[in-house]
């Protein structure tokens, strides 16, 4: 059957992926991370950061590849090279490539190019600045203040963390969170023209606490605001109780 022949070809899938392993030792200085772009047409790259004492990586692909980490003082770029460009083009679009980073507690973190990029903190972290250039972002844990330049496209999703303040920088792309204590966006006020109702530049909260919004560096009520050129949309206001 159909069925079958999926199972069948996912578990020939699943036998051919290598899970390499090394030790970091020179990542424990870091305080910045930057990942390049993903140049692989096809293919889906996962960079997962885990905060940890023992810094090490995993990789966890199909693809004959490996991860090439450069230092710069206390900043790391990491990028993923295909050994073999043939086994990149037979399996790389149908299962994507998973890298594990562990080490210490960053600043700030850079995903370039069709990169989808997480961050996760067990410990109650002070700060943390991320830049997104058409890269998505997904944050866990517990932060005092979170910082977010997002360039040209992408999604970053902070529902799953506690962030007390928010700060974006939204040129382009989706920030997602939850309830957080104040709020400040910046969105371009000149931009392309736009097809539907929504511009392209789109931040959403639940609620914001303490009721204290900023957009462009002035102070506004806490409901959802709608420009040519970003929106503003907050799930608790009255705004979108009534017309939603």
């Known amino acids: 059957t159909m069925w079958y022949g999926t199972w069948q070809e996912g578990m020939r899938l699943y036998d051919l992926r290598n899970v390499s392993t090394a030790k970091l030792p020179a990542l424990a200085e870091a305080t910045s991370l930057v990942i390049k772009p993903n140049e692989w047409a096809h293919s889906e790259l996962r960079v997962e950061y885990i905060v940890s004492s023992n810094a090490r990586y995993e990789l966890d692909t199909v693809t004959d590849t490996k991860p090439r980490f450069t230092y710069d003082g206390d900043m790391v770029t990491v990028s993923l090279e295909p050994v073999d460009r043939a086994s990149r083009e037979s399996f790389a679009f149908i299962t994507p490539t998973i890298l594990r980073i562990y080490g210490p507690a960053l600043d700030r973190l850079e995903a370039q190019t069709n990169v989808n990029l997480s961050y996760y903190s067990e410990k109650p972290q002070t700060s943390l600045a991320i830049t997104l ?51 400040n966006v910046t969105q371009p006020d000149a931009c392309p ?22 957009r462009n560096n002035e102070e506004q009520a806490v409901k959802t605001i709608r420009q040519d050129c970003g929106t503003v949309f907050i799930w608790s206001s009255e705004e979108f109780d009534e017309r939603y």
Do not use: C, H, P
Request: charged share 20%.
């Open 133 to 183: 250039q058409s890269a998505g972002f997904e944050l866990r844990g517990t932060y005092d203040v979170i910082t977010i330049a997002q360039r040209e496209g992408g999604t970053a999703n902070l529902g799953g963390a506690t962030v007390k303040d928010l700060i974006i920088d939204n040129q382009g792309g989706l920030v997602e969170a939850g309830v957080v204590r104040t709020l």
């Open 193 to 214: 023209a736009t097809s539907g109702d929504e511009s392209n530049n789109m931040v959403r909260v639940q609620s914001i606490a303490s009721g204290k919004l900023f």
